[in-house]
């Protein structure tokens, strides 16, 4: 027989074959591979089908990115980082996968660099065995800002209002030198161009409202003290 281990061990005729995967680490073997290991031990073992294969998979508690940031901003207020800001990892998708008899994670060894705005150190967890499971953790802060943002999508010659704005957090690293960020600088501005809702607006993105439209009807008038003339126009 072939089955997996509690460990993620592979294990064929009662013996162990290949060795134990990390924590969460999923590995397949096809009947090819299997009855090369087979071979290599000695084991008497054929499969019964030319398509079977076998999955192995160990079993791990994992922590995933969302409870490490949590860590890490806790750490972060006891040193009065000023709110509000972003956590950014150096690693792109930070988890740790932990065996099931691990116990409870923790930050240690953690500092924080206020020039750079970055900090370092490990999450430590007590393995089952005795001593220590280990990863590193490092990234940096970024500032977040509020950004006027449209809540609709505006065409050109539409007017701003008070009403069509809304403040979105924004990473300030991430915004463009020439956006606009005060609304004050935006109600009653006109749509030059056909503008996007929940994006920030640069200055080449508005034009003052114009006072009459292009092709709108208008009544033209000329008076003296003779006589006085009207007549419309576009």
């Not at 009653?188 to 009459?212: E, I, K, S």
């Amino acid at each position: 027989s072939c089955r997996t281990g509690s460990r993620g061990l592979l294990v064929m005729a009662g013996r162990v074959v290949a060795h134990a995967l990390e924590p969460g680490q999923r590995m397949v073997f096809d009947a090819h591979a299997l009855a090369a290991l087979a071979r290599s031990y000695g084991i008497d073992w054929q499969g019964a089908d030319p398509h079977d294969r076998t999955v192995v998979q160990r079993s791990a508690n994992v922590v995933g990115g969302g409870a490490i940031e949590s860590l890490v901003r806790a750490y972060l207020a006891s040193r009065n980082v000023s709110q509000p800001f972003a956590v950014v990892f150096d690693r792109q998708s930070i988890r740790f996968a932990l065996p099931t008899d691990a116990g409870t994670p923790t930050l240690k060894d953690m500092t924080w660099d206020p020039g750079q705005q970055r900090f370092s150190g490990a999450l430590v967890a007590p393995a089952a065995g005795g001593g220590q499971i280990m990863l590193s953790v490092s990234g940096r802060v970024a500032q977040l800002v509020q950004v006027p943002v449209l809540n609709r999508s505006l065409d050109p010659g539409d007017v701003v209002g008070p009403g069509d704005i809304d403040l979105v957090p924004m990473r300030k690293d991430r915004i463009a030198r020439d956006a606009i960020t005060d609304p004050a600088k935006i109600v009653g501005q006109a749509a030059a161009r056909l503008l996007v809702a929940q994006r920030p607006l640069r200055a080449n993105d508005l034009a003052r409202d114009l006072v009459v439209k292009r092709g709108q009807t208008v009544t033209l008038a000329f008076e003296d003290s003779d006589m006085s003339l009207t007549t419309e126009g576009r």
